[in-house]
């Protein structure tokens, strides 16, 4: 008993020094490590600053007291309280703590004048804090204490056809306008590229389309202001919220995209809110429906054909499709003189994912599995053999294949919605898919024929066209390779540790509490960060050529019969795909 309460009051110490001390440790010594490479400007008024970190630091402080007092325990997911608050700062916001900590990073990188803890170190916090939440804390919140019908003043309201209350209104336009307001402020704010749409109408000398841009975006923005307030359910002002988060991001990428469309901003916005009112204020997400009744679509579109003892699958057409773009997209970073090189990297990479899916998942269900963890393994393997015995960069050659991995997992990812594999967990008929084809993994080996499950498949095709969109841009203004594989494997990390709470796969092995494919999540994330701090300036270079496109027309060809071919009557080892 002794021995017991020891070991717990050890771990509740160690859990303490870890997020108290080695954690703000860490973020300090990565914003100070990565001080040389980012040379945003910074806030000159130090005093806001401060006020930022000061009110993190209340938030933080009332958080863990109404935790000691009222949940009669301490903020420790390892080691939960008692009882779960809802009083008090948590009928505000759910997670003060965290959100405190964000709030002082950011003021303190102000305070401190730090370039790189305002504009790398505090967002990419914010990101891991935000993941560590929807990844593990919900989940395990719900575990503890069971499900609660508990919303904070800064939630999202229940998904009902009830009436808004004056509250959840007045907190939509917190939620919504002040993201919104912060982000494209951020924008503008680190010296991107203004208006480019300057020039003078014919018909008149003083009026430019500037000028009549902005005042048709002053009209949207009345209208956009009007909309929480006639939003007559719950699940419309739900949606609302949700869409302009949506809005935010998909402009915010459309700028770094296209760095000089800073009107993507109230462009996007102004298209949304137009798609309110010309849908009567009853826009129910009809886009998303479009997307998912599409995806759900291609999910149950199996098909196969047989060749004497030959198998071909049409999923294997995607992985081959992943194959071909990522070998294309490496090879032109590679230039034609190492092309041949990255094509054989690929071949590592597809060795690698086959043999970590037979030692993590492989079963008599699952004959000849792909795991991405194990292509990453053998494609870093064989980037450091190669760079050991040709005359390459070892950090040039992994950021070549750093910038085709998202659109490689992108499109491989529709393989899986074919296949059945990396599946989600049951979830609302609203968002999830059906897959009722007799032949999928999720019915074959999971029993979830006809269940709406989370779409994880597109969640992470999602995440990866976000990873490739902002590595392009981080490649088009310069950066160091070794920084673009260091944020590669961040956003990476933090995609699949969100993605893996969601996904429902039986085979899936557990450690300490979590998901392994989530501590792997975490070890990608520190090793990004890592990255990030290296003193190294080379960088890569985009240089098309032929030789690369027959190359990755052949690994297409490849990956299509590795991923897409098998020998469903024969027995020998990795003859077949999947059991009969």
């Known amino acids: 008993m002794i021995r017991e309460k020891m070991k717990v009051l050890a771990g509740k110490l160690l859990y303490g020094i870890l997020f108290v001390a080695v954690i703000p440790s860490l973020l300090i010594l990565w914003a100070k490590q990565t001080g040389v490479i980012i040379k945003l400007p910074v806030l000159e ?15 933080i402080v009332a958080g863990m007291l109404h935790i000691w007092f009222l949940g009669k325990g301490l903020p420790m997911n390892a080691f939960p309280p008692e009882r779960l608050v809802t009083s008090g700062i948590y009928a505000f916001t759910k997670h003060p703590i965290y959100a405190g900590a964000v709030l002082v990073s950011f003021g303190l990188s102000v305070s401190f004048q730090s370039s790189s803890g ?24 719900k575990e503890v204490f069971g499900d609660q019908n508990y919303t904070s003043f800064l939630s999202l309201p229940h998904k009902d056809s009830h009436k808004p209350l004056i509250k959840e209104r007045i907190s939509a336009y917190i939620l919504v306008f002040v993201p919104w307001f912060i982000v494209y402020k951020a924008w503008t704010f680190s010296g991107a590229p ?21 005042a048709f975006y002053m009209v949207m923005l009345f209208f956009a202001l009007a909309i929480p307030v006639v939003l007559k359910s719950r699940a419309f002002l739900r949606l609302f919220i949700t869409s302009m988060w949506s809005a935010v991001i998909i402009a915010l990428l459309i700028c770094f995209a296209f760095p000089a469309a800073m009107r993507a901003f109230n462009l996007v916005w ?22 998912r009744l599409q995806t759900e679509k291609l999910a149950n579109s199996w098909r196969e054909w047989r060749l004497g003892p030959v198998r071909i699958i049409n999923h294997g057409f995607y992985g081959g499709a992943a194959g071909l773009a990522g070998t294309l997209i490496a090879g032109s970073f590679l230039g034609p003189e190492y092309t041949v090189i990255g094509f054989t990297v690929m071949i590592f990479v597809i060795i690698g994912a086959g043999l970590w899916a037979q030692f993590i998942e492989g079963s008599p269900k699952l004959l000849r599995p792909y795991g991405y963890y194990g292509g990453l393994i053998g494609g870093l393997t064989a980037c450091l053999l190669v760079s050991m015995i040709f005359s390459i960069s070892f950090f040039a050659l992994v950021a070549s ?55 994880t498949q597109l969640y992470s095709i999602a995440s990866n066209l976000i990873s490739g969109i902002f590595l392009i841009w981080l490649y088009t203004v310069g950066m160091p390779s070794v920084f673009i594989i260091g944020i590669y ?22 450690l300490a509490g979590m ?29 098309f050529n032929i030789k690369s496109v027959f190359l990755a027309l052949l690994m297409g060809l490849i990956v299509m019969f590795a991923s897409g071919v098998d020998f469903p009557s024969s027995n020998k080892r990795f003859a077949r795909l999947t059991s009969n």
């Open 45 to 59: 008024e130090t005093w806001s600053g401060y006020i930022l970190a000061a009110s993190g630091i209340a938030l």
């Open 118 to 141: 305002l504009w790398l170190v505090s967002p990419l916090f914010t990101l891991m804090t935000a993941a560590w939440v929807a990844g593990f804390e919900n989940e395990r919140t």
């Open 194 to 214: 203004g208006d480019i749409l300057l020039t003078k109408l014919p018909f008149g000398e003083d009026l430019t389309i500037r000028q009549l841009s902005n």
């Open 270 to 291: 102004a298209l949304m809110v137009a798609g309110y009112f010309a849908t009567g204020l009853s826009l129910n997400g009809w886009i998303w429906d479009l997307i």
């Open 401 to 455: 294949f750093a910038m085709a991995a998202p659109w490689i997992q992108a499109t491989g990812r529709l393989r899986c919605l074919v296949q059945g594999c990396c599946h989600g967990k049951p979830s609302d008929p609203a968002i999830g898919i059906r897959f009722t084809h007799p032949l999928s993994r999720v019915n074959k080996i999971s029993g979830l024929n006809g269940v709406a499950l989370h779409p």
């Open 489 to 510: 494997l961040i956003l990476n990390g933090l995609g699949r540790f969100v993605e893996e709470s969601l996904r429902g796969e039986a085979q899936t092995p557990y």
């Open 515 to 543: 998901r392994i494919y989530q501590w792997i999540a975490i070890i990608n994330i520190v090793l990004g960060a890592v990255c990030t701090t290296i003193n190294d300036t080379g960088t890569i270079v985009f240089q």
